[in-house]
């Protein structure tokens, strides 16, 4: 896993205005382990600490306002604390910020029971409903992004006395980037390939500039390639410039769209909304890391009745009375708390002035 470096005399500080999430977290001067290289400095796998140690950025303090609210509402939140791999940390933080939506209007939010992880997500109580919500972040193409990401925090932020240059490629052979195998290989292998790489860079020095390593996942069907062009000793910071080949295949809206419906419909057949106890059923799919936000802003996709029947989507078969696509609210630095959905449900089983509770609708 990666291991992010971070000071924690600042993220007492920043804690120290999040009091909530403070109360369920360990004193971030007892967090992980003390750096070896850099004085003062301590890490951890957690990937929340990204976003703790980054609160310059503005879109990461909504993100921690939210998480701080959501804890205040009662929620544990025990998953995303726990969280060290990119894609599971992204689907807890979206059903962190989805119970700060409910709680700023108003509704009581809490946590589905926990223990065999096929319970539903979060249980709501309006003045006249109950709704029990799962919370879904289908991603494809994301995958191999998020993978990147983890592979670049191990880079940047390892515990050794070096400056150096690299470049992180992923190469899927022969595997069509949108499926659920590259997916599935990902999250099988990630941990193991962190692993080796971290043990690695425990033995880098200044000959390793110039050279490639590779790492092969399963039997070789993903393949990591890291190639170092720099490398300098030094102990006085983070001296690391990484940069990563993004996913090269042809992105086109409507056939990931598709994607999104049917992932959106696979994860319906698993009907873990029925395990809940609210009256009103529904399914939340944040889809703000799929590529489509874009064409659902501005209209040019939409989910109606037309695009759910494309997709094999019905509510009375799903046992659903409504599935939204969620995105984040916007500001002019970047993602804001609070989100917009869209909406397909069954009027003759859910009110519009129900929905207009849940959601902001047109």
Known sequence: ???????????????????????????????????????????????????????????????????????????????????????HFGSYLQEALLADHFLTR??????????????????????????????????????RKDWLDDVVDTLKYADIPYAYNASVDVVAHGIPIDTELLEKMILDTGRDVLTRLTTDLGNLDETVAGAMWTYEHQRGEITTTIEFTRVEDTNTGLDRWVSMSPPGEIYRAEPEFE??????????????????????RGLAADVSRTGIDYELETGRINLDPAAAARAGIDLDQLGLD????????????????????????????????QLRQLFDLP
């Open 1 to 87: 896993m990666a291991m992010f470096v971070f000071d924690p005399e600042r993220v007492a500080r920043v804690l120290g205005v999040l009091p909530a999430l403070a109360a369920l977290l360990r004193d971030p001067r007892a967090e992980g382990r003390p750096s070896a290289v850099f004085d003062g400095m301590r890490l951890t796998d957690r990937a929340l600490y990204r976003l703790l140690a980054n609160p310059h950025y503005p879109h990461l303090r909504e993100s921690l306002r939210g998480i701080d609210a959501a804890a205040a509402g009662g929620l544990k939140l025990k998953e995303l604390r726990n969280a060290n791999l990119r894609g």
């Open 259 to 280: 994607d999104v419906l049917k992932k959106i419909r696979e994860k319906a057949e698993k009907r873990q909304v029925e395990r809940g106890s609210g009256v009103l």
């Open 106 to 143: 108003s509704l009581a939010v809490s946590k589905g029971q926990a223990g065999n992880g096929r319970n539903p997500d979060l249980e709501i109580v309006a003045n006249d409903f109950t709704a029990t919500v799962e919370v879904y972040s289908p991603r494809s193409w994301q995958w």
């Open 322 to 353: 409504f599935i939204a696509l969620t995105l984040p609210r916007r500001g002019k630095d970047g993602p804001k708390r609070g989100v917009r959905a869209t909406v397909l449900f069954e009027d003759t089983r859910i009110t519009n002035g």
